[in-house]
């Protein structure tokens, strides 16, 4: 396919593996913050694990055929999530017709000829285990992996054997326990090896969702967590900070690399930037789950988390600085205490809610904390450590308030959605599922979304345009479709050209059929689709073009009945017909036989009449003779 867009407007295409997992929800806002900035329209692809041996993953990795050197401007791999199962050799084998003519950047594994983006995953490791080791004394450690050939998986494995052997350790077990980056393998596999027995002390997995699996399986087991048993995860998502032992983790700036991976490809593409290779640092980020019971996470170095106290707010002109100047008022006079929370109250009005905004929000209470250690004790330092308490109260209770919120908006639209995947679940032809799916696409967020099936007769090459469903209101499409090359996902024309657009492209199969592409606007942020959804639609859609299909069937079947039916009847009346034509040759027979049969009678009766005659005649001649003579 030719670009999509205009000269003026570059079209992206991102390869990653999944949308509704938190670590790349991360990296898909990354990925939207720079191209909203760079006005660029992007195209994610929800391809399978490379060489994985499941079969979903084979079928979603059809959309490998679509990705050629005019499809898009610049691409970009998200190497962390479809390299679980091989090496970065792989790419270059997939996209050798694709990588030598168009600017590539990956996240994660370097890729040969192009940029690459990635973390040091060994250093955050290392100084998590560092306060493991030296502040807690853990020393029997065992390790929850990540996914077989998993890049970021091995390299967080070996910074962990790094650490045992640097201290004289060994782990409590030689081989690692299976988490696979998924709560619900590490679960299984974490309740498997508790059930032999081996004791240990710490356990450090290789992403937080393996480490949520690990500590659900030591609660069931009443193993306590971290009077027992020292947890520690990787990646700091949000759900870190919240859960239910507020868990020491890894953090890794997935959304900023995600975003600076983009300004890097759209430089190679309009400006032919040379290629470069950025590694990012991790931090270890101490919580509960290791045995520290301090109020606000700090990072094992002491320092915060964030570059600046304010982190990323988004303040207005001289806020902070107000803060400053009503806590540095407190000291001096401690009866300021009270004008103090209400200017803090007035600061947190003023930034939107927000995980990212309560943690930056610690960071600032943190940094004024800091200001006071070189103090000495008295009534104004009392104060200041008053109202500090107060002010993490306060972000407490905003935290718990917009969690609330989320929690009765997520349950209004999950309701919503359920009802509208009930529609799905009883349409039964594909024109009554689409009508459904108009009314599901804005229950969950989506703005815009396309489905097309594959053209029988053009195998894969080809597909139909079926649905169309542009900013709120469904674009009507002629009788049947439109026919449109598959390496466009969406046709020339139907995708927005006044604005920069940016789309989530996914495969429609059932089993080992494939129906289709879905390409959809998701708001990747607010999280309300899932590859659950997609599943369903993927099973509503090849139910209703098995149903549409059946009663094609049916109505031929019908039409032949029909058909047979007339023929049937044609041949009844055809068979009367030729009973009664028997029925008159029969008579016409048997009036020739019996004419026969008379004439054998008369022909019978007629010879001894004639030879009587004959003797009569000649007995007359004698009698005349014997008279004469």
């Known amino acids: 396919m030719e670009a999509i867009m205009t000269a003026k407007r570059m079209t992206l295409g991102v390869l990653i593996n999944g949308f509704d997992l938190p670590y790349q929800l991360r990296v898909c806002a990354g990925v939207e913050d720079a191209a909203r900035e760079l006005d660029d329209n992007v195209f994610f692809l929800n391809s399978g694990s490379l060489n994985s041996p499941f079969p979903q993953d084979r079928m979603r990795n059809i959309l490998h055929r679509y990705v050629k050197a005019n499809s898009f401007d610049g691409f970009f791999v998200v190497s962390t999530t479809v390299l679980n199962f091989t090496g970065p050799e792989a790419l270059t084998d997939i996209f050798r017709d694709v990588f030598p003519h168009i600017p590539v950047v990956t996240l994660g594994a370097p890729s040969p000829g192009g940029s690459s983006f990635s973390i040091d995953n060994r250093s955050g490791v290392r100084e998590a285990m560092r306060h493991l080791i030296e502040d807690h004394g853990r020393s029997r450690f065992?390790?929850?992996?990540?996914?077989g050939d998993n890049y970021d998986g091995n390299e967080r494995k070996g910074a962990f054997l790094e650490m045992l052997a640097e201290y004289g350790l060994e782990p409590a077990d030689p081989v690692p326990i299976r988490g696979d980056f998924n709560y619900e393998i590490a679960l299984r596999s974490f309740r498997r090896w508790l059930d032999r027995g081996i004791p240990f002390d710490a356990v450090v997995a290789a992403n937080d969702e393996s480490?949520?699996?690990?500590?659900?399986?030591?609660?069931?087991?009443?193993?306590?967590?971290?009077?027992?048993?020292?947890?520690?995860?990787?990646?700091?998502?949000?759900?870190?900070?919240f859960f239910e032992v507020p868990l020491t983790t890894v953090m890794q700036p997935v959304?900023?690399?995600?975003?600076?991976?983009?300004?890097?490809?759209?430089?190679?593409?309009?400006?032919?930037?040379?290629?470069?290779?950025?590694?990012?640092?991790?931090?270890?980020?101490?919580?509960?789950?290791?045995?520290?019971?301090?109020?606000?996470?700090?990072?094992?170095?002491?320092?915060?988390?964030?570059?600046?106290?304010?982190?990323?707010?988004?303040?207005?002109?001289?806020?902070?600085?107000?803060?400053?100047?009503?806590?540095r008022a407190v000291r001096a006079d401690p009866e300021r205490g009270g004008?103090?929370?209400?200017?803090?109250?007035?600061?947190?009005?003023?930034?939107?809610?927000?995980?990212?905004?309560?943690?930056?929000?610690?960071?600032?209470?943190?940094?004024?904390?800091?200001?006071?250690?070189?103090?000495?004790?008295?009534?104004?330092?009392?104060?200041?450590?008053?109202?500090?308490?107060?002010?993490?109260?306060?972000?407490?209770?905003?935290?718990?308030?917009?969690?609330?919120?989320?929690?009765?908006m997520y349950r209004n639209r999950n309701r919503r959605t359920q009802y509208a995947i009930a529609g799905l679940m009883t349409s039964f032809s594909l024109d009554r599922l689409l009508s459904?799916?108009?009314?599901?696409?804005?229950s969950v967020g989506?703005?815009?979304?396309?489905?097309?099936?594959?053209a029988p007769e053009g195998g894969f090459d080809r597909a139909n345009l079926v649905f169309a469903h542009r900013d709120g209101?469904?674009?009507?499409?002629?009788?049947?479709?439109?026919?449109?090359?598959?390496?466009?996902?969406?046709?020339?024309?139907?995708?927005?050209?006044?604005?920069?657009?940016?789309?989530?492209?996914?495969?429609?199969y059932h089993g080992e059929t494939l129906l289709g592409l879905i390409a959809l606007d998701i708001d990747l942020?607010?999280?309300?689709?899932?590859?659950?959804?997609?599943?369903?639609?993927?099973?509503?859609?090849?139910?209703?073009?098995?149903?549409?299909?059946?009663?094609?069937?049916?109505?031929?079947?019908?039409?032949?009945?029909?058909?047979?039916?007339?023929?049937?009847?044609?041949?009844?009346?055809?068979?009367i017909r030729i009973r009664e034509d028997q029925e008159r040759l029969l008579v016409s027979e048997k009036m020739a036989s019996l004419g026969r049969l008379t004439a054998g009678i008369a022909h019978e009766m007629n010879t001894p009449l004639a030879t009587v005659r004959a003797s009569l005649s000649e007995i007359a001649s004698l009698v005349g003779e014997y008279r004469d003579s």
């Open 142 to 147: 065992v390790f929850v992996s990540g996914l």
């Open 211 to 241: 480490a949520y699996g690990c500590y659900d399986a030591m609660v069931e087991r009443g193993i306590k967590v971290p009077s027992d048993v020292s947890l520690a995860g990787f990646d700091d998502i949000v759900n870190s900070r």
């Open 255 to 327: 959304r900023e690399l995600a975003s600076e991976a983009i300004r890097q490809l759209h430089r190679m593409v309009a400006d032919g930037a040379p290629r470069v290779d950025r590694v990012f640092p991790t931090v270890a980020v101490i919580r509960e789950s290791c045995g520290c019971f301090s109020e606000t996470a700090r990072v094992a170095s002491g320092e915060s988390a964030s570059e600046s106290p304010e982190g990323s707010l988004p303040l207005q002109p001289g806020a902070l600085r107000a803060i400053e100047d009503s806590f």
């Open 339 to 408: 004008a103090f929370i209400a200017e803090f109250q007035s600061f947190l009005r003023g930034i939107p809610p927000g995980p990212q905004s309560f943690a930056a929000s610690e960071n600032v209470v943190s940094a004024l904390e800091r200001s006071l250690w070189d103090g000495k004790m008295d009534a104004g330092m009392q104060a200041c450590e008053t109202v500090l308490h107060q002010a993490r109260i306060l972000i407490m209770q905003r935290a718990e308030a917009y969690q609330a919120n989320r929690g009765i």
């Open 436 to 442: 459904e799916i108009e009314g599901l696409l804005p």
């Open 446 to 454: 989506i703005r815009s979304g396309y489905i097309s099936l594959f």
């Open 473 to 508: 209101v469904r674009v009507a499409l002629p009788p049947g479709g439109i026919d449109f090359a598959a390496d466009q996902y969406v046709p020339r024309g139907i995708v927005p050209q006044d604005r920069r657009f940016s789309l989530c492209v996914d495969t429609l």
């Open 525 to 575: 942020e607010a999280g309300m689709w899932s590859d659950a959804i997609t599943s369903l639609l993927r099973g509503a859609i090849r139910a209703s073009l098995l149903m549409d299909e059946l009663v094609a069937k049916d109505e031929r079947l019908n039409a032949a009945f029909r058909e047979l039916s007339a023929r049937a009847s044609e041949l009844e009346q055809a068979n």
